[in-house]
């Protein structure tokens, strides 16, 4: 009889250690969403996204670890990474930066976004330029969030420059 009733307590327990554990950190820019196993959107299979923008209109991010769309679409000229599905045609940058930059926003300690390509004078080696955007309305994010579709975690700036080959698993390791 004891066991049975653990069982029927169990999935509520581990429902509300989710639950306590997804909302010790709320989506905000330079936090990163890790794709968790299984979710079922090809687009964000095995993906970190970095969250660039978060307010009431919802969030804008972009995917640090596909060099390339998924299937066989090619990446847009100019491009160094591919950003998300919305607006595959928009360019937008992340720069390293100790210094504010002109008309960009700060994501985190020494990186900054703008829309559009690199500015003038930027190292390639201090910019990427991501083609497309990652991007949720209102409340979509969190919804996904609460259906354990996403893992949020805290970066540094030269997590968004690393190696993007085994990025994903080295994100998701902890929490698998």
Known sequence: MGTLLLLGLFPRWLDQFRAWDSGSMHPRAGLL?????????????KTVVLLVKVGPE??????LNRPRPPGDEALREGADRWGGPVWPAFLSTLSRSQTSMPGAWRILEGLFWNEGPAPEGLSTEGSLTFAGLSVWGPGQLDSELERGGWVLMETGTEAVFSDTSALWAECIAPHG
């Not at 968790?36 to 964000?44: E, L, Q, T």
């Not at 919802?58 to 995917?63: C, H, I, R, S």
Request: aromatic residues 6%.
């Open 33 to 45: 969403l890790v794709a968790s196993p299984g979710s079922g959107d090809r687009n964000f299979a």
């Open 58 to 63: 919802g969030a804008t991010g972009l995917v």
